[in-house]
């Protein structure tokens, strides 16, 4: 009957509708999360950013914007991205020893600027869990007494391996509902943490709130041609807005803190030089026991002119 031949085409129609809309987001999870060995839709899509880099708003209305081209370049390679690579690393972790009264760990809070503390024992290679202000305080402000030791507030964080994907890590905090993962190196010992604000920041851009203490820039022109630099200063910003041989490394160093390092073969003191190839001077201007701090970079000194026999 045409009835039934319609309906039974109708269905046809739809199934497979569905199995097109079901490959192609399987294809796209796949794309976004890097595991595919098809790139022509990545690079199709970063060719076409690529072309439009300059462009101002959008004309068309529903064309991407400044702003969601960039959030989508970054999505491209947001897949590419693991928890080594993201987050804050391990000299710059903020952490409460499980032996920390409660008072000291309020006043901790306060200073650190941060909802979620790390907990170790005896060294930081040793995180034991971590602390969530709403749990503090629950306690001030309700006015109950005094926990006579922090245990009891300590929760279960994640624990990822430095190669764990960013995308899985993601998926790891909303399923697990824990949005704090410290990051092991391969002898499990603590090489950063990882919030979802950090991975979220890898798409959207720096998030900043009403607490956060103005950006300082992390690279100063002086007089002279000389710069004063926050050891912290990626090398790659560092090679665009003073000498790009300065950017050309070998290994895996990725601050300017981390070139004078290596290149001293140790990590070097303050008013300690260290002469770059590229004839620029590492000069370090603040330093503890464990990393440089800022350096000033003295550029390269002008060749003699030669002279006429």
């Known amino acids: 009957m045409p009835d039934g031949q319609s309906t039974t085409g109708t269905a046809s129609h739809l199934g497979g509708a569905q199995h097109a809309e079901t490959s192609i987001w399987r294809s796209f999870r ?3 999360s890097g595991h595919t060995g098809d790139e022509s839709l990545r690079a199709t899509l970063e060719e076409a950013i690529d072309a439009h880099e300059d462009d101002p708003a959008p004309d068309a209305k529903g064309d991407l ?14 897949g590419e991205r693991d928890a080594g690579d ?45 602390v969530h202000i709403k749990d503090v305080f ?6 109950a007494p005094h926990p006579p030791s922090i245990a009891e507030l300590i929760r279960e964080p994640l624990y990822v391996p430095m190669s764990r994907g960013a995308l899985d890590l993601l998926a790891d905090m ?68 003073i000498d790009p041989r300065l950017a050309e490394v070998d290994g895996d160093i990725d601050t300017i803190g981390g070139l004078a390092a290596v290149l001293a073969g ?12 590229s004839g620029w001077t590492l000069e370090v201007t603040a330093a503890d026991t464990r990393r440089v701090l800022g350096l000033r970079l003295h550029p390269p000194k002008a060749e003699p002119e030669g002279r006429d026999g």
């Not at 914007?65 to 959030?71: H, K, N």
């Not at 920390?100 to 034991?128: C, M, Q, W």
């Not at 629950?138 to 006015?143: K, N, P, R, V």
């Open 86 to 130: 993201v987050g804050v690393p391990r000299a710059d972790i903020v952490a409460v020893e499980e032996r920390t009264s409660f008072a000291n760990l309020v006043a901790l809070f306060a200073e650190a600027g941060h909802s979620r503390l790390p907990v170790y024992r005896e060294k930081l290679d040793t995180i034991i869990g971590m």
């Open 138 to 143: 629950a306690i001030l402000a309700t006015g």
């Open 65 to 78: 914007s400044p702003l969601e081209r960039t959030m989508v370049r970054n999505l491209l390679h947001f």
């Open 174 to 241: 909303r399923t697990k509902r824990v949005h704090l993962a410290i990051v092991l190196d391969e002898y499990f010992g603590t090489e950063g943490l990882v919030t979802i604000e950090d991975l979220i920041e890898e798409i959207v851009g720096d998030i900043e709130d009403e607490h956060d203490d103005a950006p300082e820039a992390l690279l100063v022109p002086l007089d002279g041609g000389a710069w004063e630099a926050d050891a912290r200063a990626e090398l790659e910003d560092v090679g665009e807005t």
């Open 30 to 32: 796949s794309w976004i």
């Open 266 to 277: 140790h990590v070097p003191q303050v008013g300690e030089c260290i002469v770059h190839d």
